[in-house]
Nanobody, 130 residues
Framework: QVQLVESGGGLVQPGGSLRLSCAASGFTSEHYAIGWFRQAPGKEREGVSCISTRGDRYAADSVRGRFTVSRDNAENTVYLQMNDLKPEDTAVYYC????????????????????????WGRGTQVTVSS
């Protein structure tokens, strides 16, 4: 059974850092593109970052230079390192898996569409506040 579990969220002050983890089970995550999304109250789910099967990384303009996605295939885990956090980063963060993607999947607009992904985790809350 395909399963994704996020962890690492919490309360952090502006300018602080967090590292989110997305642990995969039931499938080999290196064969999937993994996307990170976030959803703030009253807002639509937003694509934040994506890592392709080749390890190519993409980030939304709002987080580029602050957030970095990476993967550890031996651990079947994908990470999202978040630095210089801002109050507007407050949201529930989700990871999602796209099976059998082309290697360029993350570079396209479709990587930011939640409907393109096959499996989702339940999310982890990130709150940035002083």
């Amino acid at each position: 059974q395909v399963q994704l579990v996020e962890s690492g969220g919490g309360l952090v002050q502006p300018g602080g850092s967090l590292r989110l983890s997305c642990a995969a089970s039931g499938f080999t995550s290196e064969h999937y593109a993994i996307g990170w999304f976030r959803q703030a109250p009253g807002k639509e789910r937003e694509g934040v970052s994506c890592i392709s099967t080749r390890g190519d990384r993409y980030a939304a303009d709002s987080v580029r230079g602050r957030f970095t996605v990476s993967r550890d295939n031996a651990e079947n885990t994908v990470y999202l390192q978040m630095n210089d956090l801002k109050p507007e980063d407050t949201a529930v963060y989700y990871c999602a898996a796209k099976g059998g993607p082309p290697y360029y999947f993350c570079s396209g607009f479709i990587a930011r569409l939640p409907g393109e992904y096959d499996s989702w985790g339940r999310g982890t809350q990130v709150t940035v506040s002083s």
